[in-house]
């Protein structure tokens, strides 16, 4: 079998990860949902494999690690599955050298390292500036750190990582989308004052978050969209925070306190923990 025959083996394999992604998380009960997810897909993979033969010209491998050059004018690629289960610990490199040139290493891709149970740690470099889909799902990392670089964490990026208990999000950190930690093993939060953008179910089901430190201008429904938010003991909020948004800690019938400082402009409805209106004792923090 030639490497053009190959290709299209592999592309039906990267497809049924995603879909079984896709339809693990949702739970395969909207039928028509999981046809439009499968059509879907399926014009992905026709279209990629009637350019097959580019695709592998632009493929290679390098230090254990597959590639795909994403533009041969600005240098730069992404990491990609390539049909590996990694094992033990990676070191995505900020640079790679490919045909005499050095490329950066901007986007780990779709499905990258998902199901790789072997995988124990992952370090990514400075050049990295997005993370695909479901790109380590439910993997076996306990620990991940995010190059400085890292703006947009994307969709079940993270989903079902039970072992990792804890990230550090870089300073230039803007995007975590849906499920992106859903169903981890994380036990607490800190988030910086660049992370404007929080997709509501980006922490779901993650049963063993304790505690909170949010520095993120404004405070949306993504805590209280977390079915395990009784879990939630206790919150700082940072200076930084000027607005609270509705339902943002409705339900968080757990948490028995919270640093609530005199920037705060604005707090939503449905927000009774933070209101005086339960038992949660409520800490002015005065700038």
């Known amino acids: 079998m030639n490497e053009a025959d190959e290709a299209p083996l592999f592309l039906c394999l990267h497809v049924k990860r995603?879909?079984?992604?896709?339809?693990?998380?949702?739970?395969?009960?909207?039928?028509?949902?999981?046809?439009?997810?499968?059509?879907?897909?399926?014009?992905?993979?026709?279209?990629?494999?009637?350019?097959?033969?580019?695709?592998?010209?632009?493929?290679?491998?390098?230090?254990?690690?597959?590639?795909?050059?994403?533009?041969?004018?600005?240098?730069?690629?992404k990491v990609i599955n390539g049909g590996h289960d990694y094992k033990g610990i990676i070191t995505i490199p900020e640079t790679v050298a490919y045909k005499g040139k050095d490329y950066s290493v901007t986007y780990i891709d779709?499905?990258?390292?998902?199901?790789?149970?072997?995988?124990?740690?992952?370090?990514?470099?400075?050049?990295?500036?997005?993370?695909?889909?479901?790109?380590?799902?439910?993997?076996?990392?306990?620990?991940?750190?995010?190059?400085?670089?890292?703006?947009?964490?994307?969709?079940?990026?993270?989903?079902?990582?039970?072992?990792?208990?804890?990230?550090?999000?870089?300073?230039?950190?803007?995007?975590?989308?849906?499920?992106?930690?859903?169903?981890?093993?994380l036990t607490a939060l800190v988030i910086p004052s660049t992370l404007t953008e929080i997709h509501a179910q980006a922490f779901a089901r993650c049963k063993n978050i304790a505690s909170i430190e949010i520095h993120c201008p404004k405070i949306t429904n993504w805590i209280s969209s977390n079915v395990y938010k009784q879990s939630i003991k206790s919150v700082v909020i940072g200076q930084e925070v000027t607005e609270i948004g509705r339902y943002a800690f409705s339900g968080c019938s757990g948490l028995s306190n919270i640093n609530l400082p005199?920037?705060?402009?604005?707090?939503?409805?449905?927000?009774?923990?933070?209101?005086?209106?339960?038992?949660?004792?409520?800490?002015?923090?005065?700038?």
């Open 110 to 185: 779709d499905c990258a390292f998902c199901g790789c149970k072997g995988l124990t740690s992952v370090i990514i470099g400075n050049n990295v500036t997005s993370i695909g889909l479901g790109a380590f799902s439910e993997s076996g990392i306990s620990s991940v750190n995010l190059g400085s670089g890292v703006r947009s964490i994307g969709e079940s990026a993270f989903y079902k990582c039970e072992k990792l208990t804890h990230v550090d999000f870089p300073p230039n950190v803007s995007t975590i989308q849906d499920d992106a930690f859903a169903n981890s093993g």
């Open 18 to 77: 995603l879909t079984a992604l896709r339809l693990s998380r949702w739970g395969a009960t909207d039928i028509n949902m999981s046809q439009g997810i499968l059509k879907s897909l399926l014009c992905v993979l026709l279209f990629t494999v009637s350019n097959v033969v580019i695709i592998q010209a632009q493929e290679f491998l390098k230090n254990g690690l597959s590639y795909e050059v994403t533009s041969a004018s600005d240098l730069t690629v």
């Open 262 to 287: 005199n920037s705060i402009v604005t707090i939503g409805e449905y927000n009774q923990e933070i209101k005086g209106e339960t038992n949660v004792e409520i800490i002015p923090v005065i700038a």
